[in-house]
């Protein structure tokens, strides 16, 4: 994961863009760990997950629509990972 995060942020740079990731902050990551994986995961068909940041999301005001939508990594869901393919393949 962080391997890919800083070859997203290589490619986000090229387009003046700065990306914050909040949740792969060392001091998010371990008290993330603290949390049951009950909170965030309900079962092994369970294709939504991290309810517990959801309910969050809800009650910090996200839209219910935006705050449910299915998980997406975001190298996929922004098309990044098409860019850093090309821009791997110029170097």
């Known amino acids: 994961e962080g391997e890919m995060m800083v070859a997203i942020n290589q490619v986000t740079a090229e387009f003046d863009v700065r990306m914050i990731q909040p949740f792969l902050l060392p001091n998010f990551t371990k008290y993330a760990k603290k949390i049951p994986i ?12 991290k309810h517990i940041v959801r309910e969050l999301a809800i009650d910090c005001g996200v839209p219910e629509v ?8 975001l190298q996929y869901g922004s098309q990044i990972h098409k860019s850093l393919l090309k821009s791997r393949k110029t170097s």
């Open 38 to 49: 009950s909170e965030k995961i309900h079962g092994s068909d369970d294709m939504k997950r």
């Open 66 to 73: 935006a705050a449910q939508k299915q998980k997406k990594a």
